[in-house]
């Protein structure tokens, strides 16, 4: 066991715990933030994505011990987020989620999309959220919610 | 049934429950329902004085017992939803049809899950349950009449409070009003609303009197999904709580003959390995104090496991009995005009079609968990299930209680799709198992992803056997089908209800109830004994039997050189109403784009009626790397009445992406000496957003009619409308799933 220091959605958190515990489990069970989720543990599906120094990134496969410096930001930071907020004002105005438990990663992905290309095309968006499976088949929803969303950004 | 009669009393339910109201201590108007005999006589038992659990409370989840309805005094309407809320969106549908009914706020309705209680169960059903696509179609009723009985009580309040009768006061939005512009908010009136008896009957609204429902009314969920703020089951935290993994036989049903725990037991934080029963063969627990610790100490166990005692399925060879199967009739589903006519027909005028189906794994995206805490003479459960009496019971037995000693707390699920309605509780009785031995500590047992995939409960193999003859007109005058695959319900409780003649009927619903008027029509199945549990899978037996089906009769209706939707309207029984409307709403919203499509791309059609719910669809595909790209679907629907247009939809548009599974390269689960070959979804690959259609328009029929449900009948329709226009650009045919090559 070891302890490390995370800079998480802006604020000094430690957390002692095996080096090789993912930074997914280390988020959900140390410092209780659960709104980012287990899906596969593999990066095959981008549940647990969230923005380590800036890059969206799966954090089922990355170690706490090698998180460093790099601030890490999580869905629950997203409501103060400039293009957070609007995200999930689209999400909810074209009634995206169902079962709701992929949509975490589903916005840290987009939003980390439309804060390097504000105005994406269907294949930027497919490159980007290509990832992140929903079994409930919300992709259409989540297409147009994005573009509602990069309308309302510009 | 007519307008008229879908919004009218049915006197059903009045007959078999009744209401009760009251008020908490803290005030506010609680309207409660209560069954009669026998199921009254099962009410929840309170722990008595000095014998609640002595372990650590989690925060109380407080809700009212047996209530549907609370108006609390901030003017806050609670309304519990009697069903597992998965994705479908019945935890908005039916708070919408009681607020409606009864004039409430909707800005004001909080919804919840309610626990497992004899007042939740499905009022046809008879155990608290989703599946059947049955929640908006068996409580339609209920949940409308349960907001009309609390209005009329509100009403009854202030009629007496000012001295007027009934008559002359009306509601709305949580406020009623009075002749003379008295008026009083429904919170105010809910303590004198508590004491008045309950009607006994009670007028249902006009349909043009609905203000919610037939309304796009968005999710009441959304915001919580959106800012990670939503608790799922995996996401309960309670006090000293425990999680647990199990090492589960490699083979289905193998037993452990030894372990070595001592590198699991030297890891910090494990707490407990030991040897458990399983519902097939034994496994064994790590219990540890968090899910990276249980994890590697799994990882480091070392188990033998006696595999020689157990059958050890192979696909390769199943596939190869299940051929030999479909050349023989089996069990008589259905038999229809006359068996000889086929000898009739020369062999030119014959298809003879061999189709394969893989397992099929549900894989949603919460893994599959429960957490239960045992104090002894009582015990508590959260879990996101499908089937909360069943599970409630397993839960029970295995702790030697009864089930009202189990209190089962509802958890929000990350999908479903079928399996978290388990009929064995397989998962449950796990949990339970490991929780009886750590008395007093909840323990959260997570399956992880690759325990899910390889972890049985698949939607059977099936290999089916189609010989059909043409008349002359281009019809078929004659068809043989034999299908061969695992039923889903045999062993089960559900068996006595669900097999008849020897056939399951989740095996050949679809086929032998299609709604295709063929004079000579036989179906007959088998159902081979195979090591693999199985399970439904959304949507069921219409998985396979419509692919068959559609695919068939589109391959009839090109060699008759006729339309898809025309041949279609031609073959179907004039008492197929729903997919004739559905039919001819598909050609008027297609009309314009169907037949003039690229010259690199193709339509295909499919039509299918599962749970009383009647789809068609339309799908344009191009051919891109190799694989199926569906750039646009055009879905119609018939529902009948239609309570949340926009979830439906959803549905609509999730359900057919759903239904790509079994298109995908990947899209199968096979099975090598016993051995299941995938491991995670790099193995087993549902659809991405790629593989998603770009576009998915949704029609629904205008209806009055008795609503049906909207979560599994989009499934079936997509798999044979894909594999249609790829025929049209191939000239191939396709009857293995999965589509491995194009």
């Known amino acids: 066991m070891e302890t490390f220091k995370l800079t998480v959605n802006g604020q000094e958190k430690e957390v002692t715990a095996d080096p090789g515990t993912p930074l997914l489990w280390a988020l959900r069970e140390d410092l209780k933030m659960t709104g980012t989720k287990y899906g596969c543990g593999i990066a095959a599906c981008g549940a647990c994505t969230v923005h380590l120094g800036g890059v969206p990134t799966r954090s089922c496969v990355v170690p706490v011990s090698l998180v460093g410096n790099r601030p890490i930001v999580t869905i629950e930071a997203m409501a103060d987020d400039p293009i957070g907020r609007v995200v999930q004002d689209a999400w909810i105005s074209e009634d995206v989620v169902q079962c709701g438990y992929c949509q975490s990663g589903q916005i840290m992905s987009a939003v980390a999309l439309l804060k390097n290309a504000p105005k994406p095309t269907d294949k930027d968006i497919e490159e980007s959220l290509g990832g992140n499976l929903c079994r409930c088949g919300t992709y259409l929803r989540i297409r147009q919610a994005i573009k509602t969303a990069a309308r309302q950004l510009t | ?742």
Not at chain 2, 431 to 443: C, H, M, N, S
Not at chain 2, 640 to 657: C, D, H, K, R, Y
């Open chain 2, 1 to 742: 049934m007519s307008s008229a009669t879908l919004f009218k009393t049915d006197p059903s339910l009045t007959r078999r429950t009744f209401l009760r109201v009251s008020t908490t201590a803290a005030g506010g108007l609680l309207v409660s329902l209560y069954f009669d005999l026998p199921l009254g006589a099962q009410q929840p038992e309170k722990p008595k004085a000095g014998q609640e659990g002595q372990g650590p409370k989690p925060e109380p989840k407080v809700y009212p017992p047996e209530a549907f309805v609370h108006i609390r005094p901030d003017g806050k309407i609670v309304i519990q939803v009697n069903r597992l809320e998965f994705g479908q969106g019945v935890q908005t549908a039916l708070p919408m049809l009681l607020a409606d009914e009864m004039d409430a706020d909707w800005s004001q309705v909080i919804a919840e899950l309610a626990p497992a209680a004899d007042v939740y169960r499905d009022p046809l059903f008879g155990i608290q349950m989703v599946g059947g696509s049955g929640s908006i179609a068996h409580s339609f009723q209920q949940y409308r009449e349960l907001g009309a009985k609390t209005r009329a009580m509100l009403i009854a309040a202030a009629a007496a409070q000012w001295n007027v009768t009934p008559a002359q006061c009306r509601a709305e939005s949580s406020i009623v009003y009075g002749p003379n512009g008295q008026s009083a908010k429904y919170a105010e009136l809910a303590d004198a609303a508590a004491h008045l008896p309950v009607p006994e009957n009670v007028q249902l609204k006009k349909e043009s009197d609905l203000r919610l429902a037939n309304k796009n009314v968005r999710r009441l969920d959304s915001r919580a999904k959106c800012n990670g703020s939503q608790k799922f089951g995996l996401d309960l935290d309670l006090p000293e709580m425990k999680v647990a993994l199990v090492a589960h036989p490699p083979v289905f049903g193998a037993k452990v003959k030894n372990f070595d725990a001592n590198a699991a037991r030297a890891i910090s934080g494990v707490q407990e390995v030991f040897e458990i029963p399983l519902v097939r063969g034994t496994g064994v627990a790590v219990v540890a104090d968090r899910f990276w610790t249980a994890k590697q100490a799994r990882d480091r166990l070392r188990a033998e496991w006696d595999t020689t005692s157990v059958e050890r399925p192979d696909t390769t060879q199943l596939f190869a009995k299940y051929r030999e199967l479909a050349r023989t009739p089996g069990n008589v589903a259905i038999a229809r005009g006359d068996a000889k006519a086929m000898d009739s027909i020369s062999p030119a005028n014959r298809i003879l079609a061999d189709y394969e189906f893989p397992y099929l794994a549900h894989t949603p995206m919460e893994p599959l968990n429960t957490t239960v805490r045992f104090d002894g003479d009582r015990a508590e459960v959260w879990a996101g299930s499908q089937f909360q009496t069943v599970d409630q019971m397993a839960i029970a037995e295995v702790l030697g209680l009864k089930p009202q000693q189990v209190t089962f707390h509802t958890e929000m699920a990350g999908g479903g799709f079928g399996r978290r309605a388990t009929p064995d509780s397989h998962v449950q009785r796990e949990a339970a198992t490991i929780a009886k031995r750590l008395r007093g500590t909840p323990v959260k047992l997570i399956w992880t992803r690759e325990d899910d995939v390889q972890g049985g409960y698949y939607r059977p193999m099936y290999v089916h056997r189609i010989e059909i003859g043409m008349g002359a007109d281009g019809m078929p005058a004659a068809w043989r089908h034999v299908i061969v695959g695992q039923s889903i319900v045999a062993g089960t409780p559900f068996a006595p209800m669900m097999v008849k003649n020897g056939v399951d009927s989740t095996a050949v619903e679809g086929t032998a109830d299609t709604h295709y008027a063929i004079a000579n029509f036989q179906v007959s199945a088998h159902h081979p004994a195979v090591n693999v549990p199985v399970l439904w899978w959304r949507s069921v037996g219409h998985t396979h039997t419509a692919f068959v089906m559609e695919t068939l009769i589109d391959e009839l209706a090109r060699r008759a050189k006729a339309d898809p939707i025309a041949y279609r309207l031609k073959l179907l029984s004039p008492d197929a109403k729903k997919l004739r409307g559905c039919l001819a709403l598909l050609e008027e919203k297609t009309v314009s784009w169907r037949n003039s499509v690229d010259r690199n791309h193709a339509v295909g059609i499919a039509c299918h009626e599962s749970f009383e719910t009647g789809v068609a669809c339309a799908v344009e595909v191009s051919i891109e790397d190799k694989r199926p790209r569906i750039d646009r679907a055009t879905i119609a629907v018939d529902l009948g009445f239609a309570v949340n247009p926009l979830t439906i939809e959803s549905q609509m548009q999730g359900g057919v992406t759903f239904g790509i599974t079994q298109v995908m390269p990947g899209g199968a689960i096979t099975l090598k000496d016993g051995r299941v070959e995938q491991r995670n979804w790099d193995g087993y690959t549902p659809p991405y957003m790629k593989d998603a259609p770009v576009v998915a328009e949704v029609h629904i029929v205008p209806s009055s009619e008795k609503p049906s449900g909207c979560g599994e009948p989009p499934v079936p329709v997509v798999a044979p409308a894909i594999v249609n226009a790829l025929s049209r650009l191939t000239g191939k045919r396709y009857r293995t799933l999965p589509l491995t090559e194009i």
